[in-house]
């Protein structure tokens, strides 16, 4: 498909703290390092799209109602500091509901694709765990590897484990923006 590449990222444990199952927008804290990234990639035009697993939904946790209220204020909150997100698409389905938007499954890469004209062969996923890194990789993008800080999952054994390697693995958002602006560049 001819397009635009884009960077898509995860949310939770990659833009802001992980808070397990967020419910209520104060919750949100930025991890450092995101902001500068983000401004980076939107500095240089790059669509940026936030993909993300929210089963809470499911789960009864909170409702899509608050989702958004959620992602609303993660949207404001980067766009008084630079940073500009295209878009925002979620699975709320359960881990074994066997749909087709649940990370690492690339429905939701597909769908922001069709929506927005992305050439997903040119794209890049950043994310904390290995799903988004295989996510990418179902779409043939580029799979970015940024542990959230202080690793709760234990990213370093998922990546033992797991069949696909990150194409790039960094401690700091900013320098996976850094990555992705060198190799786009070096396609023009």
Known sequence: MAGKPAVFVDRDGTICFDRHYLADPAGLELIPTVVDGLKKLTKAGVPI??????????????????????????????????ASILDIFYCPHMPDAGCDCRKPAPGLLLRASKKHGIDLSKSYVIGDRMMDVEMAHNVSAKGILVPEPGDQYGVDNEVKVSKEKPDFRTSTFSEAADWVLSRLKQKV
């Open 49 to 82: 799209i936030i993909v993300t697993n929210q089963s809470g939904v499911a789960r009864g946790y909170f409702t899509e109602e608050i989702l958004t209220k959620i992602h609303n204020e993660l949207v404001k909150i980067l766009q008084k500091q630079g």
